[in-house]
């Protein structure tokens, strides 16, 4: 997987090396070690037992290809080990059609003794694991931040999984989330300067971090922020923010089909957006929940919403181990959500990208 690492971040990693030479000595192969850590981690699916003969050589260069992985693992080079598995992935999924991904490729990986090595991570394992019963939770999320409230699972997790956690940590897709939240908190000032007592509408806000770091909030800039979820859960996390971030901030549990059907007297706002949700909606469903937002919208409002870009090299990484399946979209798909509006109620469309070219934003304003 992709990283930027710093001298500094180069030297801690050469030392967690070291720890991860340590975690491997005195095991034969790589398969027993893996038998070892898998044994200790996580019960993993089985590959499917009847195979085509072509899905048997598929799942032969499976297990060959990932046997390589794990030997730069045994020679002790960690970097070499995290690159070569994804490197492996990409290939493999390059090769191969989405059934034989689904079919052959997923479910032999996952049995692979690699999987006990990298399932001790602990934003691998969260997004396996799925502790709130659906991917990509506010938990994953706060994973990725290094949020505070995460680092117990991580000085939970063993020295293997703290090693690897530093290298999914680093990955594009990550550093990507990471810039979208602090995106979001500059759109959030950058409203309410403009438009003093700004109302705003966060929807699927998860545990709306981006609150943490936005000036206008803290500094009572908002006259009323409704951040909406289904997830009960991360709404007790929002709720706290009332108190030591901004009174303004009102939680409220709300689903896609909620806003979809109208089901809600949320009132209009000056900003609203959807920031991590649309990478799980499919496009017809997409389209309405735009429009149905773009309605909620003041004269001069804007709507933002954003989606992963295909392309993310982490993909096949994150399917495999993770779990984490989304719908990646490209420019012109993430521009179709807005083609259920009418032209003559918008003002502008602007699209952009972030400097990975990982996640792509639109903003709607309207007329």
């Known amino acids: 997987m992709s990283s930027t690492l710093s001298v500094q971040g180069r030297l801690r990693k050469e030392k967690s090396a070291r720890r991860f030479k340590g975690s491997l000595r005195g095991q034969q192969t790589p398969f027993e070690i893996g038998r070892v850590l898998a044994a200790k981690t996580i019960a993993?699916?089985?590959?499917?037992?009847?195979?085509?003969?072509?899905?048997?050589?598929i799942q032969s260069r499976v297990v060959a290809r990932?046997?390589?992985?794990?030997?730069?693992?045994?020679?002790?080079?960690?970097?070499?080990?995290?690159?070569?598995?994804?490197?492996?992935?990409?290939?493999?999924?390059?090769?191969v059609s989405d059934g034989d991904w689904q079919d052959v490729v997923l479910p032999t990986a996952r049995v692979h003794p690699l999987a006990g090595h990298v399932t001790e991570c602990p934003l691998t394992r969260h997004s396996?694991?799925?502790?709130?019963?659906?991917?990509?939770?506010?938990?994953l999320l706060d994973l990725i931040y290094r949020h505070a409230d995460a680092q117990p699972v991580v000085a939970a997790s063993s020295d293997t999984g703290r090693d690897v956690y530093g290298f999914t940590n680093d990955t594009s897709v990550c550093e990507a989330v990471r810039q979208r939240r602090k995106l979001l908190a500059e759109r959030i000032d950058r409203i309410a300067a403009a438009r003093p007592g700004a109302e705003m509408l966060a929807v699927a806000c998860g545990h709306l971090r981006e609150a943490e770091i936005s000036v206008a909030m803290r500094g009572g800039r908002i006259g009323r922020f409704i951040a909406t979820d289904q997830d009960l859960d991360s709404l007790r996390v929002v709720e706290g923010y009332r108190e030591h971030v901004s009174p303004a901030i009102e939680a409220r549990k709300l689903s896609v089909r909620d806003f979809i059907s109208g089901r809600h007297d949320l009132g209009t706002f000056d900003f609203v957006y959807a920031a991590g949700l649309y990478d799980y909606l499919d496009d017809r469903i997409a389209m309405r929940l735009t429009r149905r937002l773009f309605s909620l919208l003041k004269p001069?409002?804007?709507?933002?919403?954003?989606?992963?870009?295909?392309?993310?090299?982490?993909?096949?990484?994150?399917?495999?181990?993770?779990?984490?399946?989304?719908?990646?979209r490209t420019e012109a798909e993430i521009k179709a959500f807005a083609s259920e509006i009418s032209d003559v109620d918008l003002a502008d469309v602007t699209y952009y990208q972030d400097a990975r070219n990982c996640i792509g934003y639109m903003e709607l304003q309207r007329i």
């Not at 993993?44 to 050589?57: G, R």
């Not at 001069?300 to 990646?328: I, K, Q, R, S």
């Open 44 to 57: 993993l699916p089985q590959p499917a037992q009847e195979l085509s003969l072509d899905q048997q050589n």
């Open 66 to 95: 990932l046997d390589r992985a794990a030997s730069a693992a045994e020679m002790h080079d960690r970097n070499g080990f995290i690159l070569g598995i994804n490197e492996t992935l990409r290939s493999l999924k390059s090769d």
């Open 128 to 139: 396996l694991t799925r502790p709130r019963g659906y991917p990509g939770d506010a938990g």
């Open 300 to 328: 001069g409002g804007t709507l933002l919403v954003a989606n992963f870009l295909t392309g993310c090299m982490e993909v096949p990484y994150m399917e495999v181990f993770m779990d984490w399946h989304l719908l990646y």
